[in-house]
């Protein structure tokens, strides 16, 4: 093992240097030749032999006490980390209550350089980069993605309802994805991003998801136009994405601009369907958390084994300085170290032995 053979050379780096000036049986001071290899003569002092004892000694303990050492330095460390922004809403005009549209951007631009001072694997945006200002919309979220540019590391991006200012295909060239609903993993976790607006009033026209929205809203038509809903496309992938998760034994961090439980947010600003959507992620057995903005003032709760986090919007964060969140990823917990007016957290890891049962309380949102 390393550490018996950093012992055994300690051993004899302390033995040989200790030797020749080691006190005799006699009391006076006697210069001690060592053998060959660090070893002592039969003939040798015996207080060099009690000497030799203790290093070797000493060697066993570092040996023994090493590997227990580094599995609890592996415990204190995590296993990476990534950012976290929620709700920028960028746009050059006045503010709006405690919305302050212009600041946002300087906001930003203080959020990626100080996290940039960070060891991060990635940052996420839960949505909302822009807050939507007629036709300067366009050049807004270019304003944005500008400063966006200046984070060293990898961005993943999910969609909002304000993005949806911007037409879906322009933003997603601005944003450079493929689709709004997607997966990536690092080191053993899974992450599964979610388009809250797949059916929605922001839906393509004329599209199947668009006829599905305004089905929704005829059967209830207190829906809010500014949620929306987990597609049946893409519910079914979400389905399969946590089942193979399951099966590899991966932690899994769910990404989405909408809050999916009221507890943790309000009942107005959840998605449309999310007691189907909350079934779906707390009966996988995989799930650690569910990562959302939407909700500017934030919000947390548990169930079922499943953190629920909304993150506060940037857009509402005091003065001029960072606001954002650092996410670090034990293996037995997720700590949120919070900048602004995002709070530090604790999120123990916990699996319930069984799956709940379909939840249904007062905040259900009738469709019939």
Same mark, same amino acid.
């Given at each position: 093992?390393?550490?018996?053979?950093?012992?055994? !050379?300690?051993?004899?780096?302390?033995?040989?240097? #200790?030797?020749?000036?080691?006190?005799?049986?006699?009391?006076?001071?006697?210069?001690?030749?060592?053998?060959? %290899?660090?070893?002592?003569? @039969?003939?040798?002092?015996?207080?060099?032999?009690?000497?030799?004892?203790?290093?070797?000694?000493?060697?066993?303990?570092?040996?023994? %006490?090493?590997?227990?050492?580094?599995?609890? @330095?592996?415990?204190?460390?995590?296993?990476?980390?990534?950012?976290?922004?929620?709700?920028?809403?960028?746009?050059?005009? #006045?503010?709006?209550?405690?919305?302050?549209?212009?600041?946002?951007?300087?906001?930003?631009?203080?959020?990626?350089?100080?996290?940039?001072?960070?060891?991060?694997?990635?940052?996420?945006?839960?949505?909302?980069?822009?807050?939507?200002?007629?036709?300067?919309?366009?050049?807004?979220?270019?304003?944005?993605?500008?400063?966006? /540019?200046?984070?060293?590391?990898?961005?993943?991006?999910?969609?909002?309802?304000?993005?949806?200012?911007?037409?879906?295909?322009?933003?997603? *060239?601005?944003? *450079?994805?493929?689709?709004?609903?997607?997966?990536?993993?690092?080191?053993?976790?899974?992450?599964?991003?979610? @388009?809250?607006?797949?059916?929605?009033?922001?839906?393509?026209?004329?599209?199947?998801?668009?006829?599905?929205? #305004? /089905?929704? %809203?005829?059967?209830?038509?207190? !829906?809010?136009?500014?949620?929306?809903?987990?597609?049946?496309?893409?519910?079914?992938?979400?389905?399969?994405?946590?089942?193979?998760?399951?099966?590899?034994?991966?932690?899994?961090?769910?990404?989405?601009?909408?809050?999916?439980?009221?507890?943790?947010?309000?009942?107005?600003?959840?998605?449309?369907?999310? /007691?189907?959507?909350?079934?779906?992620?707390?009966?996988?057995?995989?799930?650690?958390?569910?990562?959302?903005?939407?909700?500017?003032?934030?919000?947390?709760? *548990?169930? #079922?084994?499943?953190?629920?986090?909304?993150?506060?919007?940037?857009?509402?964060?005091?003065?001029?300085?960072?606001?954002?969140?650092?996410?670090?990823?034990? @293996?037995?917990?997720?700590?949120?170290?919070?900048?602004?007016?995002?709070?530090?957290? $604790?999120?123990?890891?916990?699996?319930?032995?069984?799956?709940?049962?379909?939840?249904?309380? $007062?905040?259900?949102?009738?469709?019939?």
């Amino acid at each position: 093992m390393p550490s018996a053979r950093w012992g055994f !050379l300690c051993e004899r780096r302390m033995c040989t240097r #200790a030797a020749p000036y080691l006190c005799s049986s006699r009391g006076s001071r006697e210069r001690v030749h060592p053998s060959p %290899r660090g070893r002592v003569r @039969d003939d040798d002092p015996v207080d060099a032999r009690v000497v030799i004892s203790l290093c070797m000694v000493l060697s066993l303990v570092l040996a023994a %006490r090493t590997p227990c050492q580094a599995m609890a @330095d592996s415990r204190d460390r995590p296993r990476f980390c990534f950012g976290v922004i929620a709700d920028v809403q960028y746009a050059d005009k #006045a503010a709006g209550g405690s919305r302050e549209y212009r600041a946002a951007l300087p906001r930003l631009a203080s959020s990626v350089a100080s996290l940039n001072q960070h060891r991060l694997a990635f940052v996420v945006n839960l949505g909302d980069l822009i807050d939507g200002n007629g036709e300067k919309s366009t050049t807004e979220l270019r304003q944005v993605t500008d400063v966006l /540019e200046r984070l060293r590391v990898p961005w993943h991006h999910v969609i909002g309802n304000h993005c949806l200012e911007v037409e879906r295909p322009a933003l997603m *060239r601005a944003l *450079r994805l493929k689709r709004s609903w997607y997966e990536f993993r690092h080191k053993g976790w899974r992450f599964l991003v979610l @388009d809250g607006m797949d059916v929605s009033v922001k839906a393509p026209a004329g599209s199947p998801n668009a006829l599905a929205a #305004a /089905e929704y %809203r005829l059967r209830n038509p207190k !829906l809010a136009a500014y949620n929306g809903a987990v597609g049946p496309q893409q519910l079914d992938w979400l389905r399969k994405r946590l089942a193979a998760a399951a099966s590899a034994q991966e932690h899994v961090i769910v990404l989405c601009h909408h809050p999916v439980l009221p507890a943790s947010s309000n009942l107005s600003l959840v998605l449309w369907n999310w /007691e189907e959507v909350l079934s779906v992620v707390t009966r996988a057995g995989c799930v650690v958390a569910w990562l959302n903005g939407h909700d500017h003032r934030g919000g947390y709760a *548990r169930y #079922a084994g499943v953190h629920f986090v909304s993150f506060p919007g940037l857009v509402e964060s005091a003065g001029n300085g960072p606001c954002y969140g650092v996410v670090e990823a034990f @293996d037995n917990q997720l700590v949120i170290q919070g900048t602004g007016s995002v709070p530090t957290r $604790t999120l123990t890891i916990a699996y319930p032995r069984a799956a709940p049962p379909a939840r249904r309380s $007062t905040y259900r949102i009738p469709l019939q």
